[in-house]
């Protein structure tokens, strides 16, 4: 998500809790690593409706605070009151592997 150059109306600057600084700081060191990333997949079987899917991700977003931060360059963060979340679909069928 690209940041905004101003703050969000209704949004809220935070500072950052010692584990984001740690984070913050390993970015500014070491920016474009990978090295914070954490891989993760899930599965799903049988029939899936996938407005369900999408209206039970803003859910999800609307009431975790944490899913709506929003780090700034300089250090800190700003608590956005709502967010869109993203729903990225990669159909992998008729490939192999």
Known sequence: MERPLSPPV???????????QEVWLDQRA????????????????GPFDLTIFRRALAIMVAENEA???APLLEGGQWLLPEVEAELKIVDLRG???
């Open 30 to 45: 070491w920016p474009g690593s990978t090295h914070l990333n954490i891989g993760g997949a899930g599965y799903i079987e």
């Open 10 to 20: 209704g949004a809220i600057c935070l500072p950052l809790s010692l584990s984001q």
């Open 67 to 69: 899913l709506r931060l």
């Open 95 to 97: 490939r192999s592997g």
